[in-house]
């Protein structure tokens, strides 16, 4: 079996350079998300200490990148836990599943090429969900948040978070300068869908950069 699978149609390429990053592709794709891997740190840590995995526990990231946050996950459910991570670029998928091959190997983990708004899992399967620096990348966010609560057990959580700008020390990188408004949009349609809002989260990530997260539990 491979480490990585891709489920659901072929999709149309995303466009511009911001690509580089919600769709890598090629050489491009490749450099992109080894720098998603470097400067991704600070971000994954923030997004599951808000998650607050339990060990054993099934853990569900969307858009998971060079895989860095599926590992880091991984660590915090342990042995005994399971979790998956999709991602709309088959490249994307290909770097997570070597990251984590070794868990891919155990059944401890699987990666999908799949689009958050068509998630290839039944429903109820998981216990939380994160993702991190992917919101702005998901072509239909209302319908990603109603594939998400489907496949969360009733009042399970999910933690959105996302690079934002220091208001002090304000700063244009990776996308930074949207963050607060990607975090608005993000609550605005959980409220709408009536999941429950649990806290907001503002952390620091370096001398310019925050990362801001909102947890939410899914309607029951």
């Known amino acids: ?3 990585s699978m891709t489920a659901g149609a072929e999709r149309d390429p995303c466009k511009g350079l ?3 990053f919600g769709d890598p592709r090629g050489l491009l794709g490749a450099a992109a998300l080894a720098a998603m891997a470097l400067k991704n740190g600070g971000q994954n840590k923030a997004a599951l200490d808000a998650l607050d995995p339990k060990p054993g526990e099934s853990v569900l990231e969307i858009g998971c990148g060079p895989g860095m946050g599926v590992r880091a996950a991984l660590k915090r459910v342990g042995r005994a836990g399971f979790v998956a991570g999709v991602d709309q670029s088959a490249t994307a998928a290909h770097f997570a599943a070597h990251a984590v091959h070794d868990a891919v190997r155990q059944g401890r983990a699987v990666i999908m090429r799949a689009d958050a708004a068509d998630l290839p899992f039944r429903e109820h399967l998981f216990d939380r969900a994160f993702a991190v620096n992917s919101f702005q990348f998901w072509p239909d966010p209302a319908r990603a948040l109603r594939e998400i609560a489907r496949v ?3 009042g399970g959580r999910l933690v959105v978070t996302q690079r934002a700008s220091s208001l002090d020390n304000p700063t244009t990188f990776a996308g930074a ?7 608005a949009q993000a609550g605005a349609l959980l409220k709408t869908q009536g999941w429950r809002m649990i806290d907001e989260r503002c952390v620091p990530d370096g001398a310019r950069l925050l990362a801001v997260s909102i947890v939410a539990e899914a309607p029951r």
């Open 1 to 3: 079996m491979p480490a």
């Open 18 to 20: 911001g690509c580089m």
């Open 152 to 154: 969360l057990a009733p």
């Open 177 to 183: 300068a949207a963050g607060m408004e990607r975090i």
